[in-house]
């Protein structure tokens, strides 16, 4: 092995050894995220309820993720509240659990807000508290951030085969694992005050304008990253004629698609930039969704929904930690919102495109979603470079500019 790749397997085990609990927590809470649209194809097919009304249980889920981030992350700013993190990991899983199991639209409804109350508890002090672990790391933080993505992945590949053959009451099945990591991270936040000092936030002036632009760009790439996660397997379904397993495999494999992404994306970002990393994945994306959708055949379109999901998710990591570059002075609102609220905002355009799928067809969201990242190549090319770190920002800079 030469000294060069000696040196990243280095580099690879220290992240790993200080993300680790980050990693499995953001994947365990995240798990619950993604058990909600895991389970919107068996509402529709056991309850009989329309795509509108399937698409508002999702919209529950982000309602309560959503709202209540800025002041959370103002929280997470001005106090430690190392429960936080933990109690809202709790309250994500027993809320998504419960929901499944409960007797009506209403009460399903109202435990899909809760659990997505605790996913908005959960995100800016875990945010604040990996970066703070991270260190100033891209690819440290992608491992953050791929824990979410884990989670994603997770959900359809272990909920589908418990829903096909118990019904849309197995999410109760899935409870447990949210009250013991709880407790694990509880713990290991504990540990982690009683041996270092609070780190000192970092200095220089947050810059509202950059930020409020990347918030928008982590909008766009929600808006798409929940239209795929709720409607790719009713496309399966419907539209390309595959079975109920076979809908769950699809969006397993777009979630598959979104882990290596995001790894992909951390180790652009530490090489090339963060500004690049996003150019290159929002450029990317438009290919690839229009792949997807113009492929007629269930397992061949497969391997275009990874494809798709690696394209959407190289920004991912990146738009948490330039987020906080831009507000070096706010780490819990900056992860609040990127990490919390924009991601979570993708979720209220789902109902929109609920009602287009009554009237078209699933096939017809798969068609406006491929539209809809040109938004974010604009965007990604009006954002400036970050300040307090020279070597992103040297990085992030037009060749032109490096060599006048």
Request: net charge positive.
């Amino acid at each position: 092995m030469s000294v060069i790749d000696e040196h990243s397997a280095a580099q690879a085990d220290s992240a790993w050894h200080r993300m680790r609990y980050w990693v499995f927590a953001h994947a365990v809470d995240d798990f619950y995220q993604g058990l909600v649209p895991a389970a919107i194809p068996f509402f529709v097919l056991e309850r009989h309820y329309s795509y509108t009304a399937a698409s508002g249980l999702a919209l529950a889920a982000t309602l309560g993720s959503a709202l209540p981030q800025p002041i959370l992350g103002l929280l997470a700013d001005r106090r430690p509240l190392l429960w936080l993190a933990p109690a809202g990991l709790t309250a994500a899983g027993v809320g998504a659990g419960l929901a499944g199991p409960a007797p009506g639209y209403a009460a399903a409804w109202i435990l899909l807000l809760l659990s997505g109350i605790g996913v908005a508890a959960f995100h800016p002090a875990a945010g604040r508290d990996a970066r703070r672990d991270a260190g100033d790391s891209a690819t440290a933080m992608s491992l953050f951030a791929v824990g979410g993505n884990l989670g994603f992945f997770l959900a359809p590949a272990l909920a589908t085969p418990a829903l096909v053959t118990l019904g849309v009451g197995a999410t109760a099945c899935f409870i447990p694992p949210a009250v013991l990591m709880g407790a694990v991270l509880w713990r290991y936040q504990q540990r982690r005050a009683a041996t270092h000092r609070p780190a000192a936030q970092t200095g220089g002036r947050d810059r509202w304008a950059p930020f409020l632009l990347l918030t928008a760009i982590a909008v766009v790439r929600s808006v798409i990253a929940f239209g795929m996660n709720t409607f790719i397997a009713l496309y399966w379904i419907g539209h390309l004629g595959a079975s109920r397993g076979f809908g769950g495999v699809a969006l397993t494999a777009f979630l598959v698609g979104g882990v290596l992404g995001t790894l992909l994306g951390g180790r652009i970002a530490d090489r090339a930039g963060m500004l690049r990393t996003i150019q290159i994945g929002s450029i990317a994306a438009v290919p690839a969704l229009i792949l997807l959708r113009a492929v007629p055949e269930q397992h061949l379109a497969l391997a275009a929904a990874v494809l798709a999901g690696l394209a959407v998710n190289i920004p991912f990591a990146v738009l948490v930690k330039l987020g906080q570059d831009y507000l070096p002075g706010r780490p819990g609102t900056a992860s609040g919102v990127t990490l919390g609220l924009a991601v979570s905002a993708g979720g209220l355009f789902v109902p929109v495109l609920g009602v287009l799928a009554d009237h078209r067809g699933p096939q017809s969201v798969l068609t406006v979603l491929c539209l809809i990242p040109v938004a974010a190549v604009i965007l990604g090319f009006l954002l400036p470079p970050p300040t307090h770190d020279r070597r992103s920002a040297r990085a992030d800079t037009p060749l032109s500019t490096l060599d006048s």
